[in-house]
């Protein structure tokens, strides 16, 4: 084994050093974002929250340790 067996051709360097690039650019778009806002006022929908559904063994297992899930 030489130690010049890991050195890859010029064109697969290039296409390394234009992926790393491009996604460089993408970090560089998002780091000059505006954050999104955290008042309330500017997002005036109301979001629905997930049903949560509890299954027969868990309303089994909640009323054998009397947590009356109902």
Do not use: W
Not at 39 to 54: A, S
């Amino acid at each position: 084994m030489t130690p010049y067996e890991e050195i890859e051709t010029p064109a697969q360097l290039r296409a390394d050093c234009e992926a790393v690039n491009g996604r460089l650019a993408h970090v560089a778009r998002k780091v000059v974002q505006t954050p999104p806002s955290i008042h309330f006022d500017e997002f005036p929908r109301e979001v629905q929250k997930k049903d949560i559904r509890i299954s027969e063994a868990a309303q089994r297992l909640a009323n054998a340790l009397h947590l009356h899930l109902d």
